[in-house]
Nanobody
Framework: QLQLAESGGDLVQPGGSLRLSCAPS????????VAWFRQAPGKEREGISC????????FYTDSLKGRFTISRDNAKNRVYLQMDNLIPEDTGVYYC??????????????????????WGQGTQVTVSS
């Protein structure tokens, strides 16, 4: 059973940066697609980014393009979400999620919650002056 733990959330001023980390226990991330979901206050959880096995595909919602970067480090068994030029609308709880993958094409499209089997508990990101 894969267990996920997010870290790196914090309070940051607009224009600032954070790097979220997702770490698994119980397995290596190498054969999993990993996604980041965000739940803003009063809104539903939304898939915002994902990365497929061997980095074959990656997805970002339009509002993130040019500001966020998803990456994986198989040596450290981590997936990261580098968030730059943060805006107040980025505030929310960020969850990482994972699912075994074989094709490398899962992240050609927006991630949906029903596709992912394993979830972390979330980390809070607050962007405010």
């Amino acid at each position: 059973q894969l267990q996920l733990a997010e870290s790196g959330g914090d309070l940051v001023q607009p224009g600032g940066s954070l790097r979220l980390s997702c770490a698994p226990s119980g397995s290596t991330f190498e054969y999993y697609a990993v996604a980041w979901f965000r739940q803003a206050p009063g809104k539903e959880r939304e898939g915002i980014s994902c990365i497929s096995i061997s980095d074959r595909s990656a997805f970002y919602t339009d509002s993130l393009k040019g500001r966020f970067t998803i990456s994986r480090d198989n040596a450290k068994n981590r997936v990261y979400l580098q968030m730059d030029n943060l805006i107040p609308e980025d505030t929310g709880v960020y969850y990482c999620a994972a699912v075994p993958e074989f094709s490398g094409r899962l992240c050609e499209e927006k991630p949906t919650a029903s596709e992912y089997m394993f979830w972390g508990q979330g980390t809070q990101v607050t962007v405010s002056s």
